[in-house]
């Protein structure tokens, strides 16, 4: 059992929300003390002991989906412990489509494309492709114009952005780190399980987010599964772009 002053340590560093605390702690017990007290002691890893936790600083009560990414941004300045959220980039847009930040980065972008072709606001060429060309000559003025703004969207709409491995360590791989973080995920899907009578649904992302679903606590979970969006394809994912129209996330 690991010790509780190590778990409350993690918590209040990521500034939790109330309803979160028991939850995370419970869950957080099932972890090997060893392999925590160790990320207490050498901080050398992202997000960083302040920001592991950082996507729990939403409420529990209104939370109708758990979108499971994989691993942190491998950038201090990207990584902020809030799955797919880049911190390094401020602008959504640019001159000629979407901002340098957002191209950098390949699953926002994508993300942004299909909210954008959800919504009826953009199409793809004949190629099946969205070039920039087709992003600059759309009217923005009333849509969200920052990164901040997408994101406090995704919080208003319900979502909780947690990575199923919260921990990206500069000396193992996502899946060799994921395997301390297995019975975690399954704890706290049980945790929310008995606190609330309308089950979130799960958004499964990629490969390390779709192990989830062959853990015993999601069975009772309604799931909603795609590839990465790092991935193209994403963009055309029919469950997916269902899910984008109904939350109309690019509006303001």
């Known amino acids: ?29 099932t972890v090997d003390p060893a392999y925590l007290q160790t990320l207490t002691q050498h901080t050398n890893w992202l997000p960083g002991p302040d920001k592991i936790f950082a996507a729990f600083q939403r409420d529990l009560s209104h939370c109708e989906y758990i979108l499971f990414g994989e691993s942190p941004y491998p950038r201090k300045e990207s990584a902020n412990g809030i799955a797919f959220y880049d911190a390094a980039v401020t602008d959504l ?8 930040g957002v ?8 993300i942004m494309k299909t909210a954008l072709l959800a919504q009826g606001l953009i199409k793809t060429e004949a ?9 600059a000559n759309l009217n923005k003025q009333n849509l969200i114009q920052n990164i901040g703004q997408l994101f406090a969207a995704l919080q ?6 947690f990575n199923a491995t919260p921990v990206l360590h ?9 395997k301390f973080w297995i019975s975690f995920v399954n704890q706290l899907l049980l945790e929310i ?3 609330k009578k309308e089950l979130p649904t799960l958004v499964l992302w990629g490969q390390i987010a779709l192990s989830i679903e062959d853990m015993p606590a999601a069975s009772a979970y309604p799931k909603l599964r795609s590839e990465h969006p790092y991935n193209l394809s994403f963009i055309k994912n ?14 303001k």
């Open 93 to 100: 847009w640019a001159e000629k489509g979407l901002s340098k």
């Open 1 to 29: 059992m690991t010790d509780n002053t190590i778990i409350t340590q993690l918590l209040k560093s990521s500034s939790v929300h109330k309803e979160w605390i028991k939850p995370l702690t419970n869950a957080l017990q």
């Open 193 to 195: 399980k008995h606190r």
């Open 103 to 110: 191209n950098k980065a390949t699953s926002l972008r994508n």
């Open 170 to 178: 500069p000396d193992r791989k996502p899946t060799k780190e994921a």
């Open 156 to 161: 208003q709409k319900g979502f909780l952005l």
């Open 238 to 251: 029919k469950t997916m772009l269902q899910l984008f129209k109904q939350l109309q996330l690019v509006s």
């Open 127 to 135: 190629d099946g492709k969205i070039p920039q060309s087709t992003i």
